[in-house]
């Protein structure tokens, strides 16, 4: 059940949110893409719903909100350490049916995999979802297929046709700021996409004799290991520490998280040199398996939410999902 | 009755004069060589009607269309008329084909509509540029190139434009993977290194080339929103010095591109031989007689420089030397 009000009282809605969270949403970054003249739409903070790209996929996802590219853990002095606050503002964000599926494997992993991660937690707790949704698969996406074209799991959906905006609220504390305005009472349903054009289907039998396929140097051959289907992917977790200190005064510094890739060297790289996984083709086997097998072995399902982003940003054309259906042909 | 034709004008009017008796060809001025497909089937008409079914594509981006009789020039321009209009050349009276020559066409790289390294869009700044200057009987020759890989070679020419950007660094964005330094060391000119896991940019050194840029996989590295040129001067082929262009201004825009040649034409007018053989006369060599302090002072009457733009003060330039 939801209603519909008009594009001025969302209008007001919005401004009125503004004052106890902030919003983050997808928006297009004018000429900050990779090449000149072209444009990037990653999240950001917005003020207005005309901010937000609410059809493109976003090129980076909404993990970024909550798993800060570069966060402080702490600062040190010689005998203290200041765990930076985090913000007084609630947190609102607006996504995609596959990134807010892709939410519950970040829970996962920095909430239910052994201790709880403080920082990603504080951040969590106070954040909210608005579902945006598709009206049309987006290029390289394979969400059908995977099962996450859908989803019930939000706080707020926000559709906005022409002059009315129309709104199913499953948030109380959300629902407040409705209240004030005056709605039509009517269904709402999320718009979703029930078919891709990429259609993905997943290998069963992977194990650990899967590793000797020569399909992963097939692909590791064309990988440069820039990382962008680590960064771009909304379940990549993975960060590493550096150790700053400020360099007036050696003393004093801070301990930072930043995201890792396990295509980029460096990373499987421990203390004396060894370093685990030295070929791209070795990276390639175990971001795959990662995604479609072990994860999924440990917690029930598959890590991937098939957003398709990696494939769009790869630079030399490599097609995860091309790859992981080749994988399950060789199984037929 | 022999061929009765003014040879000056004939050449003026973008015809050349062959070798064999009575024959020439046309010459097409493909500004930034940007063109519409159709203009191609034009091109085709021509050489079949009036030439002998051959074209040479041009060293500047243009159309030689080989074989033509002299005395079909006024029935040829009035072919090129669809031509002249498609491309959006300047001209005074339709149907009379090109009003100039000695002003060349204006080359291009294929710049940021295709390739991912260019800073700008060259055909369309070759277009403002011809827009500019056309048409004009001084000898002046100009290129543009996307980015310091100098496809276009511009460094040949008396004003090369190279694009540039001024790297935008966001170290909040920046996961120390490397991807920028190991690019600009392996591509470019080595600027970059990185301190305390962030990247410091050695600005004295940075070309402006965006490498950084195209390589940085999670837009740390971003271009400016203003867009920048190098702009090298003087350079030239030919029989006596020829030599490479060198960089006058560093990180400047369009307009003052733009201005600075126009003041070149008002230079060279008051400086150029009186006897040049065919009033063409290379800038260049104008420039190397009256010194490059006086060019200075004409090139950059009414120009304000951008407060980030690094002008040489003098410029010298070498190359190889067979007038001495």
């Known amino acids: 059940m939801g209603y519909q009000v008009s594009r001025e009282a969302a209008d007001r809605v919005f401004e009125q949110l503004g004052q106890d969270y902030d919003v983050f949403a997808p928006k297009v970054f004018a000429g900050e893409g990779c090449f000149s003249d072209t444009d990037v739409i990653r999240y950001g903070k917005v003020n207005t719903l005309d901010e937000i790209e609410w059809e493109r996929r976003s090129d980076y996802s909404f993990k970024e909100v909550l798993l800060a590219v570069n966060e402080t853990l702490f600062y040190f002095t010689e005998n203290e350490t200041t765990v930076p606050s985090c913000g007084e503002k609630k947190i609102l964000i607006f996504l995609k049916s596959c990134d807010l599926h892709a939410l519950k494997k970040l829970d996962t992993i920095y909430l239910e995999n052994g201790p709880e991660d403080f920082y990603y937690k504080r951040l969590r707790e106070k954040a909210s979802f608005v579902l945006m949704g598709c009206s049309e698969t987006c290029e390289n996406g394979f969400c059908a297929s995977m099962g996450t074209n859908r989803s019930e799991d939000y706080d707020l959906y926000l559709r906005l046709s022409g002059e009315t905006v129309s709104i199913d609220c499953k948030d109380p504390d959300l629902q407040a700021y409705f209240e004030k305005e005056d709605g039509k009472a009517c269904d709402v349903t999320p718009g979703y996409v029930t078919e891709n054009a990429e259609k993905v289907t997943l290998p069963k039998n992977l194990s650990v004799d899967s590793f000797a396929k020569p399909i992963w140097e097939e692909y590791g051959s064309r990988c440069i290991g820039c990382g962008r289907c680590n960064f771009v992917c909304p379940t990549c977790t993975c960060f590493t520490m550096q150790d700053i200190l400020y360099r007036d005064n050696e003393n004093v510094g801070e301990r930072r998280r930043v995201w890792a890739s396990c295509q980029v060297d460096g990373y499987t790289e421990i203390a004396g040199g060894v370093d685990f996984r030295k070929t791209q083709g070795e990276r390639m086997r175990f971001k795959v398996m990662h995604k479609i097998y072990d994860f999924e072995k440990r917690f029930g399902y598959p890590m991937c939410v098939g957003c398709g982003r990696c494939d769009t940003v790869c630079p030399e054309y490599i097609s995860y999902a091309s790859l992981i259906d080749k994988l399950a042909k060789e199984e037929a | ?324």
Request: glycine share 10%; hydrophobic share 35%; net charge positive.
């Open chain 2, 1 to 324: 009755m022999g061929l009765d034709i003014n040879t000056k004008k004939a050449k003026k009017n973008a015809f050349r004069i062959g070798k064999v008796r009575g024959e020439g060809a046309s010459r097409i001025r493909v500004p930034g060589g940007y063109l519409k497909a159709e203009i191609l089937g034009l091109v085709q008409e021509i050489a079949e009607k009036y030439g002998n079914g051959i074209v040479h594509l041009t060293t500047r981006q243009g159309f030689e269309i080989e074989g033509i009789r002299l005395e079909d020039m006024d029935a040829i321009n009035e072919m090129l008329q669809p031509i002249i209009e498609l491309l959006d050349i300047n001209q005074e009276n339709r149907g009379t084909g090109y009003p100039a020559s000695g002003t060349r066409n204006v080359c291009a790289c294929i710049g940021n509509n295709v390739c991912p390294f260019a800073n700008y869009d060259t055909s369309q700044f070759a277009k403002r540029i011809e827009k500019e200057i056309f048409p004009n009987d001084l000898h002046f020759k100009i290129a543009l190139t996307g980015c310091p890989n100098d496809c276009g070679k511009v460094r040949l020419h008396d004003f090369g434009i190279i694009g540039m950007t001024m790297p935008q660094y966001d170290p909040s964005r920046c996961v120390s993977c490397k991807a920028c330094i190991k690019g600009c060391k392996s591509l470019s000119v080595d600027a970059l290194r990185m301190e305390n896991y962030k990247i410091i940019r050695d600005e004295e050194k940075c070309i402006g080339c965006g490498v950084c840029v195209t390589k940085c996989p999670t837009r740390a590295f971003t271009r400016s929103k203003k867009k920048y040129y190098k702009l090298t001067l003087m350079g030239r082929t030919g029989k006596r010095n020829p030599r490479l262009g060198e960089d006058f201004l560093l990180w400047t825009d369009e307009d003052t591109i733009v201005k600075i040649i126009l003041n070149t034409y008002r230079f060279v007018k008051e400086y150029i031989d009186p006897k040049a053989p065919g009033g063409k006369e290379h800038i260049g060599y104008i420039i190397d007689r009256v010194g490059f302090a006086e060019y200075k002072k004409w090139a950059l009457e009414g120009v304000g420089l951008l407060p980030e733009t690094k002008m040489k003060e003098c410029v010298y330039w070498n190359g190889v030397h067979f007038d001495r």
